[in-house]
């Protein structure tokens, strides 16, 4: 039986990761928690003493690894490396560095898109990002996208920043959003964008779980016998 996908896209600030945990729970699906997969190319990489900036260098390195996600303490998933968890390791300022200093590269992009792959065959996953839908898993019937006014995401982001002691202006952050934007729309390699086949849920002016009752029907509404209606 084919494994059930759930991609769900969408700018930053939409909610799209509390959207896939929440999602996930009540499909009793996994979340495939890609940003972590690219971090283990980082460690990888900072372990293999690779220059970071020679992109045939880190693709040798890339190429030549296994990465899994497998059950781990309290039922969370934990980033498998060559069979070595890594999940204590891959959240130190050097990797999340070196993970956005590789990430950019399309043939990184190109090997974690396969491995995304394999992982989603092992198990029925949930993925949120930026090209899930129409690059990752295309042939999905399950796509959601989240979107948001800018100002809207800016406000959400500020509040964030607040709770975790940054203090910045609503000015800059949204800047700082519409030139994110700007940048993943025109992106030559996986751009983001929407086609007619994802649902378009506004997060705008609704509550998170209104969101998540609404990707929750419209998995269910396809009937994937793999998924059990909540």
Do not use: N
Request: glycine letters at 8%; aromatic letters at 2%.
């Amino acid at each position: 039986m084919t494994s059930t996908v759930v991609a769900i896209d969408g700018p930053s600030g939409v909610g799209k990761s509390t959207v896939a945990q929440r999602a996930a729970a009540r499909l009793g699906l996994t979340v495939l928690d890609t940003g972590a997969m690219y971090r283990a190319i980082g460690l990888a990489c900072l372990r293999a003493g690779v220059d970071l900036e020679d992109e045939p260098a880190v693709m040798a390195v890339a190429e030549g690894l296994d990465i899994d996600l497998r059950p781990g303490k309290a039922g969370q998933l934990e980033v498998v490396l060559d069979g070595e968890p890594v999940g204590q390791h891959i959240r130190t300022p050097a990797v999340s560095d070196a993970t956005s200093r590789i990430s950019s590269y399309p043939g990184v992009r190109r090997r974690m898109v396969s491995l995304q792959r394999q992982v989603a065959t092992r198990r029925g996953v949930v993925v949120e990002g930026r090209d899930i839908g129409t690059v990752v898993f295309p042939d999905t019937p399950h796509k959601f996208f989240l979107t948001a006014t800018s100002l809207v995401r800016a406000r959400r982001r500020l509040a964030d920043l607040a709770a975790s002691g940054h203090r910045t202006s609503l000015e800059e952050v949204l800047a700082d959003i519409e030139a994110r934007d700007g940048r993943d729309s025109s992106r030559q390699d996986s751009p983001l964008r929407c086609d007619d086949s994802y649902q378009v849920i506004d997060t705008s002016d609704i509550s998170i779980e209104q969101v998540v009752d609404r990707v929750v029907r419209g998995v269910a509404a396809v009937a994937a016998p793999s998924v059990a209606t909540p």
